[in-house]
């Protein structure tokens, strides 16, 4: 008996010393491993009504800028944050990328805010500064509200982060409202919105749903949208400017633009963005009732055409568009309210 109880003590005295080294060591370890783990490729699908893409705000971000562990789960980049009057929130961020992060201001603007982390090697910044100069109602770029620039010792890398309102994602506005009127309104404005991107000189280049939030906090009847995530996108003359190299999402990119491993090919950035306004019109239609999708199924079958040249302008697509919903909201006057009711029960 003195034997056993000797060898017990002996073995809770070595799991004791096994504990205080791990303790130490544990938190380094898995710090790598999960920076490891966040640089992989994510899959990428095609999402249905039916699929839960709730978590997805901002989360579908595959240009990780940092591959040195300066993300937001970086103790010394959330006490930079904080000087900067952004305190970030741990409520929702375990299922976001590394890159981005939840915060509440303290600059008596937007309360809940999204920041972002940019890639040096991206025209982002310049793109959305471009965006948010011009002021028109068709404009649906996600709004910018602040860049904060963060020296990061020990290296000093300056990273340049952006911060923005935060949105409900597109696809748990469609999958939980159920109201028609919201799946009208909200295609006309992504095409108008696309459709102003390319009137400014700007190629969006990664066009799809989880690209695409929406907002019902403004005061108006029904949901405003915004478009987000310009790290792909790029500056163009006309439909004659040409990109190279595969850029977007599979599923969501046309298809002259070949696949990620090659061969890499030449194409009309415009004319690309309009093949994938067409899948994501597509993604609308799955949410639209049974036998009220004719003129939207002929609109982005245009626009998914095989050939670049015969994709329709988006101003002619949004023409029809129009039509087709002035007509359905004028057969129900009271629908904008039961969807407003609907929408800003969400939040």
């Known amino acids: 008996m003195f034997t056993l109880i000797f060898r017990i003590y002996n073995f ?3 799991m004791r010393a096994l504990q205080e080294r791990l303790s130490s060591q544990l938190p380094t370890a898995l710090s790598s491993i999960l920076t490891r783990t966040e640089n992989l490729p994510g899959l990428t699908r ?3 009504p039916n699929d839960d893409c709730s978590s997805n705000q901002w989360s579908e971000e595959s240009r990780d800028p940092s591959t040195t562990g300066i993300t937001f789960r970086n103790p010394e980049v959330q006490a930079l944050i904080q000087r900067d009057g952004y305190t970030l929130l741990s409520e929702g961020s375990a299922r976001l990328k590394p890159t981005i992060g939840k915060a509440i201001s303290s600059h008596g603007r937007v309360g809940i ?10 025209e982002e910044l310049q793109v959305l500064r471009h965006l948010q100069a011009i002021q ?6 996600i709004k910018l509200l602040d860049v904060i620039k963060l020296n990061i010792p020990p290296t000093n890398v300056v990273r340049n982060v952006i911060v923005m309102p935060w949105q409900m994602p597109l696809t748990r506005c469609l999958r939980e409202a159920h109201f028609p009127c919201a799946v009208e309104l909200l295609r006309v404005q992504f095409l108008e919105g696309v459709a102003f991107l390319h009137e400014c000189g700007i190629a969006h280049l990664d066009l799809k749903p989880e690209n695409v939030l929406v907002d019902g906090k403004r005061g108006s ?11 792909l996108s ?6 004659e400017t040409l990109v190279e190299g595969y ?4 599923s969501w990119v046309a298809p002259e633009a070949g696949t990620e491993h090659g061969p890499v090919m030449k194409y009309s950035a415009l004319l690309a963005d309009r093949w994938s306004c067409g899948q994501v019109l597509k993604y609308f239609a799955s949410f639209l ?3 009220s999708t004719s003129v939207l199924g002929f609109t982005y079958a245009g626009l998914l055409s095989a050939d670049p040249r015969k994709r329709p302008p988006l101003r002619e697509v949004l023409r029809s568009l129009r039509g087709t919903s002035a007509k359905r909201r004028s057969g129900d006057g009271s629908e904008a309210i039961v969807a407003q009711k609907r929408f800003r029960m969400l939040w």
């Open 234 to 239: 790029i500056f163009v003359e006309s439909e």
């Open 247 to 250: 850029r977007g999402t599979k």
């Open 12 to 14: 809770l005295h070595s």
């Open 221 to 231: 009847l029904l949901p405003q949208l915004s478009i987000i995530d310009f790290g």
């Open 113 to 122: 805010v999204a920041l972002k982390f940019l890639d040096g090697v991206t």
């Open 136 to 141: 028109s109602e068709l404009n649906r770029t």
């Open 46 to 48: 095609e999402y249905g």
């Open 289 to 291: 009732p049974a036998g």
